[in-house]
C-alpha cells in the first residue's frame, strides 16, 4: 500500500513524536543514573568516607579531608565538559552520551569494592581521589549532552519543559541514591553499614548502567545536529571556537548557577554532618528529610520549567534566586535552634527554590549558544560554576563554622552566591522565544 502525502506526513509526524519520547526518557534515565551515583559518592563523603579513608584525623580534619576528595569531583567537570564538549559537536550527541555513562557506572562500581586505609593503606584514598577524577569527568560531558538530547528533538516552544528532563535526573537521583542509603542506614546496625552496607548501592549502578545503555541505544541523532553534518557545518575545534567567541555567555552561564549549585550541596550533603553534631538526631532522620524534599522537587522541577515557557526563563530564575537569599538566615536559625519538626520542614523547603532555577536552567544555558557549539559551550558554562559554586561548598561551610563559630557565617556565604545569581541572569540574554534552529545561519568555522 503506498501512503498519499497525507498519509506520509502522518507517518513521519508519528516516528517524531516517538522519537522526542525517547529522547526525553534517555535524556532522564541517563542523568538519573549518573546522579545516583555522584550522589551515592556525596552521601558517603558525609557519613561513611572519614572514618573508612582518613580514620586517624579528627572529626573536623577528617570530614575536610573526605569533603576535599568529593571537590575533586566538582574540579574534574570542565574537563569533562571540554572533552566531551569536543565530539559531542564533533561527532554528535548519543554517541557521546553512551561513553559518559559508561565512564560513571564502572567508576562507581569499583568505589563500591574499594577497601579502606586501614587494609591497604594510603592507596585508599589515593584510588578515592582517582575515582572522583573520574566520575567529575564523566558528570562534566553528561549534561549538555542529555539537555540537548531532548531539547533539539521536540518542540521549540516547549524547550523548557524538554530540558527539565534531563534535570529531573538530579532529584531522582538523589532520592534513589540517598533512599537506598537511607534504607540500610535503618534497617542495618551501625557496624554493618560502615563496614559493608553503604558498598552495595555503589554495586547496584553497575545494573542500572545496563538499562541506560539499552535505551540510549534505541535513540537517533538529534535533528538539529543531524543537519549540522548533512551540511557539513561542524565546527573542527568547537570548544576553542566557543571559548573565543562566547566567552560571555560561559562566564554568565556560570554565575547564574551560584545561588542553585551552592546552597543546593549544602542543603543535601553539609546538612547532614551538621545536623547530625549539633542535635541528637540520626542520620537516618536528616537522610529521610533530604528524600522527602528531593521528592518534591521531582514535582516541581517540570512545573517551574513548563512556566519558564509561558512567562520566560528570567522571570521564574530571578524568584529562585532571590528566594534562596531570603531564606538563607532562618534556615540556619532553624538547624540550629529547631525541633525535630521544624528542621525537616527547614530541610524539606529549601528545595524550592532550588526548583525555580533548576528547571529552566537547561533551557536558559543550552540556547545561549548556536547548535554548533552547543554541546562544549553550554556545557562549559554549566560545569564552570562546579569549581567555584557547588564542589568547595561544604568543604568552605565546614572551615566557616569551625573559624567563626556561628551557622550565620555561612548564611551569608548564600547570599552572596544569589547576589553574584542575580546579576548574571539580568546581563544574559533570554533566548526563551527564540529560533534556535540555526544551522543555516552559522557558517562552519
Known amino acids: 500500500m503506498v501512503l498519499g502525502d497525507n498519509g506520509v506526513t502522518r507517518q513521519v509526524a508519528?516516528?517524531?513524536?516517538?522519537?522526542?519520547?525517547?529522547?526525553?526518557?534517555?535524556?532522564?534515565?541517563?542523568?538519573?543514573?549518573?546522579?545516583?551515583?555522584?550522589?551515592?559518592?556525596?552521601?558517603?563523603?558525609?557519613?561513611?568516607?572519614?572514618?573508612?579513608?582518613?580514620?586517624?584525623?579528627?572529626?573536623?580534619?577528617?570530614?575536610?579531608?573526605?569533603?576535599?576528595?568529593?571537590?575533586?569531583?566538582?574540579?574534574?567537570?570542565?574537563?569533562g565538559a571540554a572533552i566531551f564538549g569536543h565530539w559531542g559537536d564533533r561527532i554528535g550527541r548519543k554517541a557521546t552520551l553512551i561513553v559518559t555513562l559508561l565512564l560513571m557506572g564502572i567508576s562507581s562500581g569499583i568505589v563500591g569494592m574499594l577497601p579502606g586505609t586501614s587494609a591497604i593503606g594510603i592507596a585508599a584514598p589515593l584510588l578515592l581521589v582517582l575515582l572522583r577524577l573520574v566520575q567529575g569527568i564523566a558528570i562534566g560531558g553528561e549534561w549538555s549532552g542529555s539537555v540537548l538530547l531532548a531539547m533539539e528533538w521536540g518542540d521549540q516552544r516547549k524547550r523548557g519543559l524538554l530540558g527539565s528532563f534531563a534535570q529531573i535526573g538530579v532529584p531522582v537521583g538523589l532520592v534513589l541514591g540517598t533512599g537506598g542509603m537511607t534504607l540500610l542506614s535503618a534497617t542495618l546496625s551501625p557496624a554493618a553499614f560502615d563496614s559493608w552496607g553503604w558498598r552495595i548501592p555503589f554495586l547496584l549502578s553497575l545494573v542500572l548502567v545496563a538499562v541506560g545503555l539499552v535505551i540510549r541505544l534505541k535513540i537517533l541523532e538529534t535533528p538539529m545536529f543531524a543537519k549540522l553534518v548533512e551540511n557539513r557545518q561542524t565546527a573542527r575545534t568547537p570548544v576553542l571556537d566557543a571559548i573565543r567567541h562566547h566567552w560571555r555567555e560561559i562566564l554568565l552561564s556560570a554565575g547564574v548557577r551560584f545561588s542553585e549549585q551552592m546552597p543546593f550541596y549544602l542543603f543535601t550533603s553539609y546538612v547532614l554532618i551538621y545536623v547530625v553534631s549539633r542535635h541528637e538526631f540520626s542520620k537516618t532522620f536528616v537522610l529521610n528529610a533530604v528524600l522527602v524534599g528531593a521528592a518534591c522537587e521531582l514535582a516541581l522541577i517540570p512545573l517551574f520549567s513548563a512556566m519558564s515557557d509561558t512567562f520566560g526563563r528570567k522571570r521564574v530564575y530571578l524568584c529562585g534566586a532571590v528566594l534562596t537569599g531570603l531564606i538563607a538566615f532562618p534556615y540556619f536559625t532553624i538547624l540550629a535552634h529547631g525541633s525535630h519538626a521544624l528542621v525537616f520542614v527547614a530541610v524539606v523547603v529549601s528545595f524550592v527554590p532550588h526548583a525555580l532555577q533548576y528547571g529552566p536552567q537547561a533551557a536558559l544555558i543550552g540556547e545561549s549558544f548556536p547548535t554548533h557549539l552547543r554541546y562544549g559551550g553550554a556545557g562549559l558554562g554549566y560545569q564552570l560554576a562546579s569549581v567555584f559554586a557547588g564542589g568547595p561548598a561544604p568543604l568552605l561551610a565546614t572551615w566557616l563554622l569551625h573559624t567563626t563559630g556561628t551557622p550565620y557565617a555561612i548564611s551569608g556565604y548564600i547570599v552572596l552566591a544569589a547576589v553574584v545569581t542575580v546579576l548574571c541572569v539580568i546581563f544574559l540574554k533570554d533566548r526563551s522565544k527564540a529560533d534556535i534552529d540555526d544551522v543555516t545561519v552559522y557558517q562552519r568555522t
Open 14 to 79: 508519528a516516528d517524531s513524536r516517538v522519537q522526542v519520547r525517547r529522547a526525553a526518557l534517555a535524556s532522564a534515565v541517563g542523568t538519573t543514573i549518573e546522579w545516583y551515583d555522584f550522589f551515592l559518592y556525596n552521601t558517603a563523603a558525609a557519613l561513611v568516607f572519614p572514618h573508612l579513608f582518613f580514620p586517624a584525623s579528627s572529626a573536623y580534619a577528617g570530614a575536610m579531608q573526605s569533603f576535599a576528595t568529593y571537590a575533586v569531583g566538582f574540579a574534574a567537570r570542565p574537563v
